[in-house]
């Protein structure tokens, strides 16, 4: 968790500190897998819990955020927002309507 990112490589520090951020959510949100990650809206969080539907298969998952969880999400969210927004910024709610943009 206190790996500074920025230091491992020349590419551009936004992408080695999202992809941190991106892996420690997976491990404090139960193994999420990233497609799920990027498609996790404002909405899904919900009574200090995410709770979303699995793209692959449609299940419906809980779990309760981590405090270090949290801190990441703060990180991405941002101060107005629609519901229906992805709280990370790799995907927009405008742009990817269907699966496959």
């Not at 949100?29 to 699995?54: A, E, P």
């Not at 298969?57 to 981590?66: A, M, V």
């Amino acid at each position: 968790m206190n790996l500074d990112v920025r230091t491992l490589t020349k590419y551009s520090e936004p992408f080695l500190v999202l992809g941190k951020d991106l892996f420690l959510f997976s491990y404090f949100g139960c193994g999420i897998s990233l497609t799920d990650i990027l498609h996790l809206k404002y909405s899904d969080l919900t009574g200090g819990r995410v709770i979303f539907n699995r793209q692959k298969t449609g299940k419906l998952i809980i779990f309760r955020q981590q405090s270090a969880a949290v801190d990441i999400l703060r990180k991405s969210m941002k101060a107005e927002y629609n519901s229906d927004d992805y709280i990370f910024s790799c995907l927009k709610r405008t742009i990817h309507v269907m699966a496959e943009q």
